[in-house]
Every structure is written in C-alpha cells, then in structure tokens.
C-alpha cells in the first residue's frame, strides 16, 4: 500500500512540473493518469522494504544521495578530461582492453546502479554482470594494470562505497 | 542578473566544446568500443552541461525544473543504450576486438580467444 502510494505522489509531482502550473484541471487529468500507472506499473518504480530501519537511517540516505551528486560530477569531468586529452594525441595511444572487477554489492539496485555509474562515467564501459562470481566485465579504454586490487582501486572503489551504504 | 548569464554562458560554451571533442573521437577512435567512449563523454558531459546552463538562462521556476528533469533522464537513459549497444556488438560477432592483449570477456562467454587472434 505504502509502495503504492509513494508511486502515486511520485508521478503526480513529475506531472505538475511538465504541465507548468498547478490547476483544478491540471491535478484531475494528472491523477487520472497517475492513478491508471500506478495501477499497472507500481512495483517497477519503488520496492518493498525487507527489512525494518529506524527513520533517521533514511534521512541519512537522503543527505548522502544528496552529497553524492557534486562527487559523482567532478569525477565526471576528471574522466571526460583524460578521454578527450587522447583525442589531441597525433597517434591515439591507448591500450584498450576488456578486464574483470570483483565485486562485494548483493543489492540488486545497487548492483544496476554501480554498473550505470561506472558507464557514465567516460573511459570505463560495463558490458557484463557475472552472478557467481560476483564480478563485473569491464571494458577500459586505456588499462594501466591488471593487478586485481589495483583495478578495483582505479576503477570501482571511488563509487562502491557510496552506492553500499546507501543501498545496503 | 549578468553573474547569471556569465554562469549560464560559461556551462553552455565548456558543453560546445565536450562536443567538438566528441566528434573529433569518433572520427579518430580505431574500433567501436573504443568510439563508444567518445560518444559517452557527449551524452554525459555535453547534455547535462547544456540543460544546467540553459535551466540557468531561463531562471523560471517550472521551466528550469523542466530543464533539469531533461537532463536527469539523460543521465538514465544514456548508460543503458551504451551497455546495450556494446554487449549486442560483442555478443552477436558483429564488431569482435582483435587486437587486445587483456580480454577477459571471452573467458567467460568460453570463447577461444586463440581463434580470432
């Protein structure tokens, strides 16, 4: 019921942000709208809890979600930078390779948001999640080592601690 | 009012030049992986740089919110096109990477990596 109704709020809050203003008619055919993908679509927006926290716990997530977007950019900017300083080169001098990078994430958004993360970001790209081996394939535009702590150190580490404690 | 338009100006010209970047990659790049790169440095870096500066410009409240919703929906939409498009590529044979010394990937699909070396 709680899933459902947060999904609820959720789409009506992003209908009245595209319509510009808030109306009579406006909140009538947008909760029409939302109340049909509510109905058929509310388990794919938000997820039932398992597993009970006291509320400041959530709070604490909120702020370092929060927190997490300036780092997410400038580590961004830092990556596109190196990337496009290749494309300056006369002879573009990388050495492109596909790695393996353990993992120690079990949530699944987690999980999905770890390897979005790191395909955001340029010069690393996922293309694959191995389930028994806890692992992601990840293809680098210019590897450096193929030590297994040294990769997870250049690659995943900057991300991995944020994403596990937010989604723990 | 003009420190606004300096700050929106400022986003939307360093977004130009990610762009320029990108299309000099994808000329320059040797294989698809590798021009996958380039083009994820536009769809992160150049769109959102480009609806943070244009949300500024308008300075509206609904309108700028708008902008940025735009901007996150790039943010969702763009690493999954990239990890689809290269899995399909190496999945399918169509573009296979020849040259590398480090694939661990065809390790794992049980590939001979002596096959196509």
């Known amino acids: ?168 | 009012m003009t420190i606004r338009l300096i700050f929106s100006y400022f986003f939307m010209v360093s977004s130009a030049a990610f762009a320029v970047v990108t299309v000099l990659g994808l000329l320059r790049f040797p294989d698809v992986y590798t021009r996958m790169h380039a083009a994820a440095v536009v769809l992160t870096m150049s769109a959102v740089l480009m609806s943070i500066g244009t949300a500024i410009y308008v300075w509206e409240f609904f309108l700028s919110i708008k902008i940025m919703m735009i901007g996150l929906f790039f943010l969702f939409s763009n690493p999954m096109a990239t990890h689809a498009i290269a899995r399909a590529s190496y999945k399918r044979k169509i573009a296979l990477p020849k040259e590398y010394e480090i694939d661990a990937y065809s390790e794992y699909l049980g590939r001979d990596s002596d096959e196509h070396s």
């Open chain 1, 1 to 168: 019921m709680l899933q459902k109704l947060s999904a609820f709020g959720f789409l009506l809050i992003v209908w009245f942000i595209f319509a510009g203003k808030i109306t009579v008619d406006i909140l009538i055919i947008g909760s029409a709208a939302s109340l049909l993908v509510t109905f058929f679509f509310s388990d794919m927006l938000f997820r039932e809890v398992h597993r009970r926290l006291p509320w400041y716990h959530y709070l604490r997530k909120l702020a370092l979600l929060l927190l997490f977007v300036p780092v997410f950019f400038y580590e961004a900017i830092s990556a596109a930078l190196k990337v496009s300083k290749h494309v300056f080169e006369k002879n573009p001098s990388f050495n492109p390779g596909i790695v393996k990078v353990k993992t120690e994430l079990t949530d699944i958004t987690g999980l999905t948001l770890l390897a979005n993360l790191i395909t955001l970001t340029p010069g690393t790209l996922t293309l694959d999640y191995d389930r028994n081996e806890k692992s992601y394939y990840i293809h680098w535009i210019d590897v450096e080592t193929v030590e297994e702590a040294d990769l997870k150190k250049k690659i995943i580490a900057r991300f991995e601690r944020w994403v596990g404690v937010i989604f723990r």
